[in-house]
């Protein structure tokens, strides 16, 4: 069928007689009018052949509101009825009179229709009962068809936020509902995307323009630099216009406190923290983890040597540049040392110790564990404690002076199951199996396997800090698999670690500490242990050359020699095939 040529006049409808130039709505003096719409009975828009616009099936169409919610953009493929009102059918099953405007719609659980119920959630404040009478008393706010999708405002996954805040608490979330007679109304369309999307959580603009524009360049040069990928970009800038619109103040640098507060709000914590910490804008206000653990455990202490302890405390911690002067320990060092002295300390407050100034060596010599390595555990663990109490002149006597131990009674280390060591050789994860071949064929370090560089692998070898390793084949093969799947996965990734994961990829930062006995669903210490004990049995306890091979002591190495005169190791035990020759 030809196409009508359309009214010169309005340049919408065709002409209304044949070789006319204009419709019937714009011919001036014309006394007819086109007849209804013989399918529909509409007097408007009418086209050709007794059909309106709307029924025509070669006229084109023009978007019109739907026919549930009058949302504006709706079509006829879909009949006229906008996509979230064709889902509102899909999920709602009754149908009814509305409460609100009135009409037989499909309703939900409040019988309310789409429109009315909207119009209830825009104007409800958090906490109050539903009313939706009440809500659509004075109309309802009309909207865009197809424009509610969740990516169009902030609507997090209930799986992702589990700890998403209550409705009874709305201080989290400031939200103010929009009343039907505000006077003035938003833009349309945002120019800048980010802007618009951070507008959404709630939340006013940020305070300094100026501001905001700076940290927002500063998160796209930190994005580049890192190989941030785009959607964790645009997450990041808009965490930060966000965080501007959070704060009281305008005042540098953000506080740890501040930037916490965008986890009630499911945006990323993390990336923002590492923008802020890249450029000096970012104060850790949060209090020490370990002070807090250590406070909880002396808690029951008397007051005077829960004082006392606390001092060994801070030195342990922060260390002392007075005379005596002492370097600070590491965390697992307080720790250890407290968790060795608190049974004992317990038991000295539950006698009436209210100082350590009243133990003498006597007491000590009775609380310690007779034997063993508990024994040795406490030992120096008091050890530390009274020497540096009397470095401060806070006891009059050392107990621990002169009081010797024995070191630490160590395992005899034996092998791993092989069929272990063949399915995670085998194993269908490239970064497993990459993993378990460096520590069973050159028994690698956890450490060393998390701190490996990617210019350590060349020229099939691996340069550490102590020794060059030539790579056996099979390992070759295993790490050029895993460097495929990093590619793929990482494409765009600056990390210069060998190894990374879906945290570590966006930084320059080593994977975690447990990361490989995750992936490997075993101690990587466990695997190392098997292979220079496999090492011993095959050289016949050359002991320079385990020291060699595997950058150990002489004495570690001593110590795995042990292993050859361990009854358990038969010699059906030392003729096992080994899963490292294929």
């Not at 014309?30 to 309106?52: E, F, H, I, M, N």
């Not at 280390?413 to 071949?437: F, H, Y």
């Not at 990093?486 to 494409?491: A, N, V």
């Not at 496999?534 to 016949?540: K, L, M, P, Y």
Request: aromatic share 8%; charged share 25%.
């Amino acid at each position: 069928m030809t196409p009508p040529k359309l009214c010169e006049g309005c340049g919408l409808r065709p002409e209304g007689y044949s070789r006319r130039q204009w419709c019937y709505d714009c011919k001036a003096g014309s006394k007819g009018r086109p007849r209804p719409c013989r399918r529909c009975g509409s007097t408007q828009d009418y086209w050709a052949s007794r059909l309106c616009r709307r029924c025509h099936q070669y006229a084109p169409q023009l978007p019109e509101s739907c026919g549930d919610c009058y949302a504006w953009g709706a079509q006829r493929i879909h009949k006229w009825i906008c996509q979230g009102c064709r889902g509102w059918r899909q999920w709602q099953s009754r149908t009814g009179r509305c409460l609100g405007c009135r009409r037989d719609q499909t309703l939900n659980e409040h019988q309310a229709c789409r429109l009315c119920w909207l119009q209830t959630k825009r104007v409800r404040r958090p906490g109050d009962r539903v009313d939706v009478p009440a809500a659509n008393r004075f109309g309802q706010q009309l909207m865009f068809a197809d424009m509610s999708s969740s990516k169009n405002g902030h609507r997090p996954h209930p799986r992702i936020r589990r700890n998403r805040p209550s409705d009874d608490v709305p201080e989290l979330l400031p939200q103010q509902p929009v009343q039907p007679e505000v006077p003035g109304q938003l833009d349309l369309f945002a120019r800048v995307p980010v802007v618009d999307t951070a507008r959404r959580y709630g939340f006013p603009a940020p305070g300094d323009g100026r501001q905001a524009a700076h940290l927002d360049r500063l998160a796209v040069e930190h994005a580049v630099l890192h190989g941030w990928s785009t959607y964790r970009t645009y997450r990041a800038r808009v965490a930060i216009r966000v965080l501007l619109g959070m704060r009281d103040t305008t005042d540098m640098p953000i506080t740890t406190h501040e930037v916490d507060r965008l986890r009630t709000v499911a945006l990323p914590v993390e990336a923002v923290s590492a923008i802020l910490t890249s450029a000096d804008l970012l104060h850790d206000d949060r209090p020490d983890s370990l002070r807090l653990w250590f406070d909880d455990q002396i808690r029951d202490l008397p007051d005077v040597l829960a004082d006392e302890l606390r001092i060994w405390f801070d030195v342990m911690r922060h260390g002392s540049t007075t005379p005596p002067r002492r370097r600070h320990r590491s965390e697992i060092t307080i720790r250890y040392h407290t968790r060795s002295a608190m049974p004992i300390l317990h038991a000295w407050a539950s006698t009436g110790t209210r100082s350590l100034r009243q133990i003498g060596r006597q007491d000590v010599l009775e609380a310690l564990p007779t034997t063993g390595n508990p024994r040795t555990q406490a030992g120096r663990a008091f050890r530390s404690i009274f020497t540096i109490l009397k470095g401060r002149k806070l006891i009059f006597q050392n107990p621990m002076a002169r009081m010797r131990f024995e070191q630490y009674t160590r395992r005899t280390p034996l092998p791993i199951n092989p069929e272990q060591m063949r399915v995670l050789l085998d194993s269908p994860d490239p970064t497993a199996a990459a993993l378990a071949a460096l520590t069973a064929f050159h028994g690698l370090r956890p450490a060393e396997l998390r701190t490996l560089q990617l210019n350590d692998f060349r020229d099939s070898r691996l340069y550490l800090t102590d020794r060059t390793v030539p790579l056996a084949p099979l390992v070759l093969q295993r790490l050029a698999d895993y460097l495929d799947h990093r590619y793929r996965r990482w494409p765009n990734s600056l990390n210069p670690h060998l190894f990374v994961n879906y945290k570590s990829a966006c930084t320059v930062d080593p994977v975690h500490t447990n990361w490989p006995r995750k992936r490997l669903g075993t101690a990587p210490t466990a695997i190392r242990r098997d292979r220079i004990v496999d090492e011993v049995i095959s050289t016949g306890g050359d002991l320079r050359r385990v020291c060699d091979f595997f950058g150990v002591t002489m004495a570690t190495a001593v110590h795995y020699g042990t292993v050859l005169e361990h009854p358990d190791l038969t010699n059906d035990h030392l003729g096992s095939p080994n899963p490292r020759v294929k």
